[in-house]
């Protein structure tokens, strides 16, 4: 296996066991009997912090090699955050839960996160966060379309890149294991800010179940 193809194997495998689909919270909101009150709340926690633009004007846009890969995937996530917003507005307001002042500096402290990664100076930084961004929004769009099918919102197709064109991606920006480590370490970064954020829509969750 040549080093290209380690990087993208490495990032699939990241993504199964560090990213969102790794949460148990994930397949919970995509049931079909998870409480309403709680799919609103994760459809306004990832409107809060993936909502709006991300990459542009950073290290990866600047980067020839990368520039026309990320035309494409922020044309396509400007689709995505045009569905999130319309489901958002289709969920109602935020459900009233106890520690919101809490809630809402965890979710900024998570958007400043993401902005660091995309603006890393890092050669391969903010490339692999946004490959994990786009493997680990596979994920997300389960508990979106989940929410968009209980609200009456219809699901618009996806035109992110699929895992074929992900693995081709990434075997073009670069083989050095310095590369490679920051690839890695942008990915994780990422899948860590995920987890955190299944982590307290369940802390979300049973606050508002035993607060009644």
Known sequence: ??????????LAALAATDGSA??????????????RRDVADAVHAVCTIHGRY??????????????????????????????LAHLTAAVGPLPSTPG???ADAAF??????FDMLAR????????GAAVALVLDWETIRT???????????????????????LAAFVATVGDSPAIRRA???????????????????????????HHG
Do not use: I
């Not at 890393?120 to 490339?127: F, P, Q, T, Y």
């Not at 690839?183 to 982590?199: C, K």
């Open 1 to 10: 296996m040549n080093p290209a193809d380690d990087a993208w194997h490495m």
């Open 22 to 35: 790794a949460h148990p919270r994930v397949a919970a909101l995509a049931a079909p009997a998870a409480v």
């Open 54 to 83: 991300l990459f542009e004007d950073t290290a990866l846009a600047r980067d020839e090699a990368t520039a026309d890969w990320f035309a494409r995937v922020t044309a396509a996530f400007t689709n995505e955050r045009a569905y």
């Open 100 to 102: 919101q002042a809490q």
């Open 108 to 113: 900024a402290s998570q958007r400043h996160a």
């Open 120 to 127: 890393s100076d890092r050669k391969g930084c903010a490339l």
């Open 143 to 165: 508990v979106l379309d989940a929410a968009a099918a209980r609200f009456g919102v219809a699901v618009p197709p996806s035109e992110l890149p699929d895992r074929t064109d």
């Open 183 to 209: 690839v890695a370490f942008g990915a994780q970064q990422v899948f860590a800010q995920h987890r955190g954020l299944w982590s307290l829509l369940e802390a979300r969750a049973s606050a508002r179940d």
